[in-house]
């Protein structure tokens, strides 16, 4: 539609047509009388503008008009001291209404997607708002009235033309996310470092020419500055960040990587593709959470290309074999003797009480030998690897490492069915079972409360396993080439955390427009299936497009 119909906006005033027809209504049947509307949602439709009537909805709490083409909104919105959640974006507002500031209870003001040159100076009066979205706008820069928002846990600034960022941003106490990718940042303010809480920072895209120092984010766990210009990776720049987990640097210029790396001992994940390293540290192989691990496209002297394509497990033993090249130290396994029992050689306690890693891969064994799972004892195991074998079922022993294993790879093998043992392993973070012969999951894996990545590639599925849209943490799911004929879009769209969905090779005859909704969908993969629409070309912009084709069908 292209405007609202005015009852709409006096719900609360008029009474409605049946209760005119019809006098017999019982005082319980009344229902206009009893509550007043607390919701509104307008999304996408055609609108031009909101009518200042709104000011008759006083106890709304939502109000949805994203995806509309509003250019303004009324001063009326000023009235609604009930909003908690306003969300305007994707429409083509080039301001916003002094009024808005007086909405004592917004905690999640959404205003990406739109044509913002400048915010209102006084929008820190917004003293309750926790989440600000104002990413893709025409923003220069950011009025330091934002200091006074203590209770803002989210800011995207992405995709603006922000130069610099005010030092008062330091002094958002609860910010966990902040977002700032794809501006034309050179530096960050040494003061951002006193940010407490913050968790995640992505500074892609920009042109910083060395990495921020961070003495005080003892809580940061991501640390995104991949396409920047930075050269030199300092020891000063890493040594406090003890928590991190992912640092992402790729497309930089950086030349080397200091030893002190290691002293990242949460890192989880590192990429630093696309540099000019020549040369790494042995000792990376010693992070013991570390399970990937980028490094294509640097001039690397000493690593050949082949192993960087082996996969980073592989990688990681190769710079640890380096280490004891450099020097026998006292971790060396005893050599076989006649006097070593066989069996004790092929139990690797070093990798057991140093790695926190059961590895038992590549051996076509049919099962996993007892010894392995006696070896580890009360050592707490972080990664298990028993891909490449001919496992037939998940191996039940591995329910006695449920306290400690977060990182489970049964790739490669022949399991038919998932074990309610798999189910138990509570601390399960990631799980990959690509290449077996898997027709379902059971629903006693939502257990598996703290699951982010699952990969289901190469198996038989036929039905996308419903127990995963119950997984609430999960970030990625792989279940490319498999038999998939249908998803469903709504249950989808309640997967708050769901980056990345990989469908190719799957046998989708139909893409339903509602999906366009998951708004989190970073990366949305369905080459390869039977449907018609939407048309290679569209599929071959990304996913951005591919989302926004997909609104643009659901029949309104």
Same mark, same amino acid.
């Given at each position: ?33 009893? /509550?007043?509307?607390?919701? @509104? ?43 908690? =959640? ?143 210009? +930075? ?6 720049? @890493?040594?406090?960040? !003890? ?12 030349? !080397? ?52 394509? =082996? ?20 971790? &060396? &396994? ?27 891969? &590549? ?23 028993? !891909? ?9 022993? +591995? ?54 990545? +699952? ?6 599925? =036929? ?16 279940? !490319? ?32 427009? &509602? ?7 970073? /990366? ?33």
């Amino acid at each position: 539609c292209v405007v609202v119909p005015p009852h709409v906006w006096r719900i609360n005033v008029d009474t409605p047509e049946e209760a005119q027809q019809n006098l017999s209504f019982g005082a319980a049947d009344r229902w206009w009388e009893q /509550t007043d509307l607390t919701k @509104l949602i307008l999304a996408s439709n055609k609108l031009q503008s909101l009518s200042e009537d709104v000011q008759l909805l006083p106890a709304l709490t939502v109000l949805d008009v994203h995806d509309n083409q509003l250019t303004s909104l009324p001063s009326a919105l000023g009235q609604l001291e009930n909003l908690q =959640k306003l969300d305007v974006s994707h429409n083509k507002l080039q301001s916003l209404p002094e009024e808005l500031l007086q909405l004592p209870r917004l905690r999640s003001l959404l205003l990406q997607h739109n044509e913002l040159s400048h915010l209102p100076e006084g929008l820190g009066q917004l003293l309750s708002l926790e989440e600000l979205d104002v990413s893709n706008n025409h923003l220069t820069d950011i009025p330091t009235s934002f200091a006074l928002l203590v209770n803002l846990v989210r800011l995207n600034l992405a995709c603006n033309q922000l130069k610099d960022l005010p030092a008062d941003l330091s002094a958002m106490k609860s910010l966990r996310q902040l977002d700032c990718t794809k501006n034309y940042l050179e530096t960050v303010p040494s003061k951002l470092a006193t940010m407490a809480s913050l968790e995640q920072l992505y500074l892609r895209k920009n042109k910083l020419r060395s990495l921020p120092e961070f003495p005080s984010c003892k809580l940061l766990k991501e640390l995104h500055a991949g396409e920047n210009q +930075i050269e030199i990776l300092n020891a000063e720049n @890493l040594k406090h960040l !003890s928590s991190l987990s992912v640092l992402e640097l790729r497309d930089n210029k950086i030349k !080397s990587v200091p030893e002190e790396i290691t002293l990242l001992q949460k890192l989880e994940r590192l990429d630093l593709a696309n540099n000019d390293i020549s040369r790494l540290p042995y000792t990376l192989g010693n992070l013991p959470q570390l399970k990937f691990l980028a490094l294509e496209g640097n001039p690397l002297r000493t690593i050949r290309r082949d192993l960087l394509e =082996k996969g980073t497990q592989e990688l990681l033993k190769y710079l640890r074999s380096k280490i004891q090249d450099d020097g026998p130290g006292p971790s &060396e &396994e005893p050599p076989v003797t006649a006097m070593t029992l066989p069996s004790q050689a092929r139990v690797n306690m070093h990798a057991i009480t140093s790695l926190k890693l059961l590895e038992y891969s &590549e051996k076509q064994a049919a099962e996993i030998p007892e010894e392995m799972f006696d070896a580890v004892g009360t050592n707490p195991v972080a990664t298990v690897n028993f !891909s490449k074998n001919q496992l037939k079922e998940v191996p039940p022993r +591995i329910v006695e490492l449920k306290d400690s294993v977060c990182d489970v790879n049964l790739g490669f093998n022949k399991i038919s069915s998932i074990s309610l043992e798999l189910c138990r392993l509570h601390k399960l973070t990631h799980l990959d079972l690509r290449n077996n012969i898997l027709t379902s999951l059971p629903e006693e894996m939502e257990a598996l409360t703290r699951l982010q990545i +699952i990969n289901l590639a190469f198996n038989r599925f =036929k039905v996308f396993p419903s127990v995963l849209y119950h997984l609430p943490a999960l970030e990625t799911i792989l279940l !490319s080439n498999n038999q998939v004929g249908s998803i469903d879009p709504v249950q989808l769209k309640g997967m708050d955390r769901l980056g990345t969905l990989d469908l190719q090779n799957n046998d989708l005859l139909h893409v339903p427009p &509602e999906l366009g909704n998951c708004e989190n969908l970073r /990366t949305l993969l369905l080459e390869g299936n039977p449907f018609r629409t939407p048309r290679a070309a569209i599929l071959a912009k990304g996913t951005a497009a591919v989302l926004e084709y997909l609104r643009s069908r659901i029949p309104t």
